[in-house]
């Protein structure tokens, strides 16, 4: 059996994903074969397997670190947020079905054979499982029959590194809270403190080492500075969907619906020099950008009626009329066609009419599709016409079936309509050759040149994970790591 460490934070979003994706990293760089865990995810950013099972997007990006292909195993239980009281179930990979927060809260402890039996393969098939926790450990009205946090880690009989994000401010408070909050028993299964995402000179933080080692009775075993990597972020509270800055030559703009799901399929453009992406929530904040992109969500019809009663459908549509590209990636191409259908009460039931851009309609069905793709671009027209032939590849997950009149976009479907495109390929952009095709048209339509380097994504992720991995390395203690490793709880 896999020796076991596992990353739990303060809160959301302090960066548990990325620290775990980074030890994935080192230890398979040390000559350890390593694997991630997450019990229970929170996330409408997901990834679908090679033999078509649903994980959350941060499993699939720190399988990636550890040089091996993504698994169910890795997140046995994905909870995607329908409506603000409910999400639909996914459980080892396929739909389970919606269930209200209050009932899932009542059954989650049926789920604990599942858990065991993933995490007891993946710690069969490695040397080393990294497991990560989700939000905070001392949600105490919630901690009863805790499946993912310090339930789980006496379940594995895991020990445990505590995360706090200094850049937020109030970092002893963090650290110190959660150890008093925790019972005695699970108190002494937290092996060191991590003080992450520090800016600045660490020197002056030497005194404040000594505090909370002092304060705590437990090692600081690092403090990571803020890494400058472009590394994928599936939480919603991600600080790319606030930034709103519109820096670059090009300017792509991104329709932030309120359930958008998968927004790490425009992160490619954030990798090429002059491109700069925001999210856009008003349309008083669209202005004329270069490119408009609608991208997936988990609720198309509620998203479709947002879009009407904001006033962004109208200016989408009037920025289309003036020769500016939309293009829309699953429940974004569903937007644009003409009506979106849900007899079964898939998502919220009923019908509702979409944007028209697309002479195209959505039916949604009890069936879900969750595949990879790879495809060629159709000899095509418009804007577009650029990708006409390129290679893509990517996954496709989503309840409805649209039938479209328009020309089709690939070889796997999608549609094409002038200066407008769509289509369900989620990681559409991520292909050198549709990303950097695409950049290079937008820079010619504005009378520029694109000089920059062209890369796939798969490379310039990996590129991204060692620079990640090299910085945590550097600024952790990874002998005190190694021995927690060995010592465990």
């Known amino acids: 059996m896999a020796d076991s460490i596992m990353i739990q934070g303060t809160m959301s979003n302090v960066g548990k994903s990325f620290l775990t994706a980074a030890l994935c990293r080192i230890f398979v760089q040390d000559g350890y074969s390593a694997a991630p865990f997450k019990s229970q995810n ?26 091996i292909e993504p698994s169910a195993l890795m997140n046995p239980i994905l909870l995607k947020p329908t409506t603000d009281v409910g999400s639909q179930v996914i459980v080892n990979g396929k739909v389970r079905g919606n269930m209200r927060a209050a009932a899932y809260f009542r059954r989650k402890k049926e789920l604990i054979p599942d858990i065991m039996s993933a995490y007891e393969q993946l710690s069969e098939a490695h040397d080393i499982v990294v497991i990560e926790g989700a939000g905070s450990p001392v949600e105490l009205n919630l901690k009863t029959d805790d499946i993912v946090n310090m339930g789980l880690a006496k379940m594995v009989k895991s020990p445990v590194l505590l ?17 008093n909050l925790l019972e005695p028993e699970e108190r002494d299964m ?13 020197s002056l933080f030497r005194d404040g080492i000594d505090i909370l080692e002092n304060l705590s009775g437990k090692p600081v075993v690092g403090v990571v500075p803020f890494t400058k990597c472009d590394i994928e972020d599936e939480d919603s509270l991600s600080r790319k969907l606030t930034d709103n800055s519109a820096d670059g030559l090009i300017d792509i703009a991104v329709v932030h619906l309120p359930k958008i799901s998968n927004f790490t ?17 008003s349309p008083s904040r669209l202005g004329t950008p270069d490119l408009i992109i609608i991208p997936g969500t988990k609720s198309t019809i509620a998203d479709m009626e947002w879009v009407r009663e904001s006033g962004m459908e109208k200016a989408v549509k009037t920025a289309l009329n003036s020769g500016i590209p939309v293009f ?15 007899p079964l009460g898939t998502e919220s039931g009923g019908t509702v009419s979409g944007m028209g851009i697309f002479d195209s309609k959505t039916v949604f069905s009890g069936e879900k599709r969750q595949t990879r793709v790879s495809g060629k671009f ?3 027209g418009g804007f577009f016409s650029c990708l006409s032939g390129a290679e893509f590849y990517g996954y496709e997950i ?6 479209s009149a328009e020309m089709p976009l690939t070889d796997c479907g999608g549609s094409v309509c002038g200066n407008a495109a769509g289509c369900y390929v989620h990681g559409i952009f991520d292909s050198s050759q549709v990303s950097g095709a695409l950049v290079k048209r937008l820079f010619e339509a504005k009378g520029l040149t694109f000089e920059g380097t062209v890369t796939d994504r798969k490379v310039y992720r990996e590129q991204q994970l060692d620079i990640l991995a090299e910085t945590v390395r550097k600024s952790l203690n990874m002998e005190l790591v190694y021995r927690i490793l060995r010592e465990g709880i």
């Not at 002059?274 to 999210?279: A, D, T």
Request: charged residues 20%.
């Open 42 to 67: 929170m996330a409408l950013n997901s990834y679908i397997t090679a033999d078509g099972c649903e994980i959350g997007r941060a499993q699939a990006l720190q399988a990636e670190a550890a040089g």
């Open 163 to 179: 995360v706090g994000d200094i850049d937020r401010g109030g970092v002893f408070a963090q650290l110190m809270g959660t150890l």
């Open 190 to 202: 937290v092996k060191g403190l991590v003080v992450n995402q520090f800016r600045g000179d660490i």
């Open 265 to 281: 399929d425009v992160d490619v453009f954030r990798q090429y020099s002059g491109v700069s992406v925001r999210f856009v929530s």
């Open 328 to 342: 829309g990636i699953c429940g974004g191409y569903q937007i644009m066609g003409r009506t979106i259908s849900d």
């Open 378 to 380: 159709g000899n095509i």
């Open 398 to 403: 989503h309840m409805g079936r649209t039938d």
